[in-house]
Nanobody, 128 residues
Framework: QLQLVESGGGLVQNGGSLRVSCAAS?????????IAWFRQAPGKEREGVSC????????NYADSVKDRFTISRDNAKNTVYLQMNNLKPEDTGVYYC????????????????????WGQGTQVTVSS
């Protein structure tokens, strides 16, 4: 069973940077999976932030984070990263990573109901 654990969240000032990580474990082939990041702000629905194809060749970003966030993966380490620069207070929320086993067969999109495996989340807070 694939398990995902997020880390790297914290408190950062407006305009600052943070990198969150998603580490996968369990009996699986990591480079079969597309990985996505989602976030949920207090009182709001969870939204897709970014995703990366199974071997990292394709990425996708929400308009709100384009040119500020970068997703990457290291399949040798079973880990996906989200580098977040120029953070804004509206980026505050719990950040979740998720894995989709269809990753070998089609491009990714940060659409919530396409991902079967989810982590518990890591809190990111951006102060104004």
């Amino acid at each position: 069973q694939l398990q995902l654990v997020e880390s790297g969240g914290g408190l950062v000032q407006n305009g600052g940077s943070l990198r969150v990580s998603c580490a996968a474990s369990g009996g699986f082939t990591f480079d079969y999976y597309a990985i996505a990041w989602f976030r949920q702000a207090p009182g709001k629905e969870r939204e897709g932030v970014s995703c990366i194809s199974n071997r990292g060749g394709r990425t996708n970003y929400a308009d709100s984070v384009k040119d500020r966030f970068t997703i990457s993966r290291d399949n040798a380490k079973n880990t996906v990263y989200l580098q977040m620069n120029n953070l804004k207070p509206e980026d505050t929320g719990v950040y979740y990573c998720a894995a989709g086993s269809w990753g070998r067969f089609r491009p990714c999109a940060p659409t919530e109901n396409e991902y079967e495996h989810w982590g518990q989340g890591t809190q990111v807070t951006v102060s104004s």
